[in-house]
Antibody, heavy 120, light 113 residues
Framework: QLQLQESGPGLVKASETLSLTCIVS??????????WGWIRQPPGKGLEWIGS???????YYNPSLKSRVTISVDTSRTQFFLKLSSVTATDTAVYYC????????????WGQGTLVTVSS | DIVMTQSPDSLAVSLGERATINCKSS????????????LAWYQQKPGQPPKLLIY???TRESGVPDRISGSGSGTDFTLTISSLQAEDVAVYYC?????????FGGGTKVEIK
């Protein structure tokens, strides 16, 4: 059974870089069938796709965040990563890692999510 | 970006009654080459991640009860819960995966009347 687990600091200072890791178990992150992504949800609000990565390293970002986002993958350790630079209070959110098929597929597995609060 | 607009924002339905949620996309999400609507529905309960219910607008994910169904094509879609149960209380989101950025509707909160 596939499981995804986010990890990282729950508190980040404004202007610094948010860094999260998603640990994948129960499936190979190198599978050619899937993309691995990050989605966030501000408290009490809706869902925003941040970006996705293919095991080869090809990345796809939301243009609204593209200048600040880096998603990378470590296939040997079955992990992928999110870095979001120059954070502000508006980046406070629950961050989910997730899996979807090819880039244009529904998201079928989600991590439990981790709350990241940006403090001033 | 494709903007997804859901209505209503919330609704209260009696147990056993029908709940209907609408989702409208700012452009068609029907891909002509495969005749599929690139539209999914998710259910999110408090403190939990979203759960995939429906994809290709009307295909039920494994394990989803058949009282939950999706319909529509092009730009107008509907999620229907035919007989609301207590465990259906949640927020429901539509999502288009026709192109990037992948975008979600604002959500519809379903409660028991």
């Amino acid at each position: 059974q596939l499981q995804l687990q986010e990890s990282g600091p729950g508190l980040v200072k404004a202007s610094e870089t948010l860094s999260l890791t998603c640990i994948v178990s129960g499936d190979s992150i190198s599978s050619s069938n899937y993309h691995w992504g990050w989605i966030r949800q501000p408290p009490g609000k809706g869902l925003e796709w941040i970006g996705s990565i293919y095991y080869s390293g090809s990345t796809y970002y939301n243009p609204s965040l593209k200048s600040r986002v880096t998603i990378s993958v470590d296939t040997s350790r079955t992990q992928f990563f999110l870095k979001l630079s120059s954070v502000t209070a508006t980046d406070t959110a629950v961050y989910y890692c997730a899996r979807h098929g090819n880039l244009y597929s529904p998201t079928d597995y989600w991590g439990q999510g981790t709350l990241v609060t940006v403090s001033s | 970006d494709i903007v997804m607009t859901q209505s209503p924002d919330s609704l209260a339905v009696s147990l056993g009654e029908r709940a209907t949620i609408n989702c409208k996309s700012s452009q068609s999400v029907l891909y002509s080459s495969d005749n599929k609507n690139y539209l999914a529905w998710y259910q999110q309960k408090p403190g939990q991640p979203p759960k995939l219910l429906i994809y290709w607008a009307s295909t039920r994910e494994s394990g989803v009860p058949d009282r939950i169904s999706g319909s529509g094509s092009g730009t107008d879609f509907t999620l229907t819960i035919s007989s609301l149960q207590a465990e259906d209380v949640a927020v429901y989101y539509c999502q288009q995966y026709y192109n990037t950025p992948l975008t979600f509707g604002g959500g519809t909160k379903v409660e028991i009347k």
